[in-house]
């Protein structure tokens, strides 16, 4: 804790002695006045028997643990349901919103899409469905854009009712669609092959968790009849929905239905920047499909502002600014109350306030009031609305990418070597229990964790700024401070730019308004990372982001997919492929003919004689060899039919295997030739020696083979070309 003046630590202890005596006596952030989150004041008795049960049947497995500094004791909420005054200060589940002026359900009604003048309201219960501004623009906000892509969807959307003192309405609407052929009664606007239509109901608080569950069953029922001309599920629904609603006006209540966890494990450390964009009050649009995923992204972001889920009220529309003028700086504090701490710390900032609307699907028909405002969140379906010049930071939820679209917003908010650290530590917690179903039982990584951790930032943060303008204040009044040795980085740590950013908002001119200049001496002014960072390590967490960013196990899937296909009908082709060619090399072996017309090894045969009485005169004239006659038997007769591809490799052996032997005896006649020496013994040039051989065929060998089977003998053929050389000599020297 930095050392501060002697004014603040006696406003310090001021404060710590009247925390436990003292109680709000002025307008704050929840004040009744804003009809906002107000503790339970009244005995457990005068409950509604579904909540009474709801926290006895808690008591034994209270589930999240409440985290620090929200409560003071340690009573279970066992000691709750006994009415005792010490335990009305613990469990945030004893925080019930305040009951609205009027009903909480203000109107159903059936909206259907008609082929040719488009979606219009075809049934309604409630006077709110009367107001003309609301029956000419809800029926776009309830069948959005693309709702025919998918069988069921949800839609979330605000909407100001025409009045004295106008105030958000909360809408939801469950469409489905249904084949024409389908129907049992059919009207007679009805010309296409489906029919589309959505059940809406508006409410005064952001319920939507407790009423999806509820009205996408009522739906079902109404499309499973059919018959849409009887309607009277839906007047039962809206009777009874407002007394199922009341027990869900608690803070879990409204929490139901978005997911932090889901939000940090897609966006990942962008989920800081969207947190940072938006205190700065900057143009953000969503954009993607499915549409119930989009609204939920968005009121999830929203839930990361301690308290702001709660004060909507003026988010409907620019010009709504209600909730600013009712709010002033609290004059006590209760440490053991979490409700007066936010109080105290100006939680949560009016960012939906003056200028600046929120809006979770957002139609072409109301394009223009983000043309005419200066801070919004919105979310679209519509490539169209996505491509407007206004959006500073626009965020894809099918990808989960941002992009800057204002190139200062991504200087502003940019994250620091210390919220780098922060975020890689929430999300390892969030992502070593990571599971589709969402199912979880411990504390460290749910939703309620995330809240406590992202509320400690934004309090550090608040509290920096805070302790940064009294060190400045003192040196302009000469008055020598001492700083705090880790709180002299807490600017650095949280981006210098971004703190500069922040001041000039509309948001922080109302928190600074309503803020205790000593803010710093109940929460401390530091970053949560704050020293615990290093150079390597930054470098290390901005590779393993790339590496995240870039998504390579998702781009690759579709190639390896694609590799392994092309890989497999390779193989099957190939093998295909061999198959054909060996069976056309069965087929198509040519035979070979029985007398080779050049081969000058035998006489033609008289087909026209008697099979019986043919002899065939085969002479081989091989080397100088005298005619062998050969007679063939019947069997062995020259239109034998063509040869296969098992005899052919029968034939090509028996004739390798002839080779063989002619290639030995050839070395076995040469090796007596060789002396020890190694040298060759010719004959004298005088007295040639002349050599013949004489080789016969085999009598199981056909002599229809080809020359260029038969066996060459290659000791003849030597002898021969010794032969002609030692002539050759003779004749020279008898020249002479």
Known sequence: MPPASPEAFVRAFELDTEKDTLEPDLPSAYSPDTATLQWNQQPVQALTPAIESAFVGASSHMYPPTPAGVRGDTESVASFATGSSTSKKAERESMLLAPPGGPLVLGIALVDFNHIVGP???FYEGEIFEDEEIAKILPFLALPDGAHLSSEDYTYFHIVPTSPNPTTVFGISCNRQIATSALLVKDV???????????????????????????????????????????????????????????????????????????????????????????????????????ERLCTYQYSLVTLMPGLLQNLEDCGSPPLAARASTLMRPSSLKTSDHKSMMAYLGLPLDLFGKDAFFQPYLPLQQLDMIKESKSWLCGTTNSIVGQQKEIDLFVDTETGIVEFRDYQLEKSAGLTAADRKW????????????????????????????RQKFEEYISGALASIKYADFIAKGKGNDVVITEGGENNNAMQDYNPLWISELRRTNAYEVWERMTDPLLFDITEPRHPCTGMTSVVGDIGLRLQEGVQDLKIGQQLAPTREVISKTFAT???NFLKAVEGVKERWMIRTPSIPATPPDSGRGTPVDLGKDPDAVSVKSTTSTRN????????????????????GSEFAQRATSTLSGWGSGIGSFISNRASKFSLGGGIITAPASTPTIATSTVAPKQDEPDDIPEQFVPRDLDAEREKAERKKVGESAAGQQKT
């Open 423 to 450: 975020m890689d530590d929430i999300i390892k917690d969030v992502n070593e229990g990571w599971d589709e179903d969402g199912q979880r039982t411990q504390f460290r990584g749910s939703d309620d964790y995330l």
């Open 625 to 644: 060899s005298p005619a062998i006659q050969q007679t063939r038997s019947p069997t062995q007769q020259t239109s034998s039919p063509p040869i296969g």
């Open 570 to 572: 390779g193989s099957t």
């Open 189 to 291: 606007d009805v010309t296409r092959s489906t029919v589309q239509k959505a059940v809406v109901v508006l409410v005064s608080r952001p319920l939507f968790g407790p009423i999806r569950d509820r009205l996408g069953v009522v739906t079902l029922a109404l499309f499973e009849q059919r018959d849409f001309s009887n309607l009277q599920i839906l007047t039962d629904f809206y009777k009874s929905l407002e007394l199922s609603l009341k027990s869900h006006l608690t803070t879990s209540g409204l929490y139901m239905g978005t997911s932090l966890r889901d939000l940090v494990h897609v966006f990942r450390q962008r989920t800081l920047i969207l947190l940072k964009a938006l205190m700065l009050q900057k143009r953000i649009m969503f954009y993607g499909h499915p549409l």
């Open 120 to 122: 219009k309201i075809e």
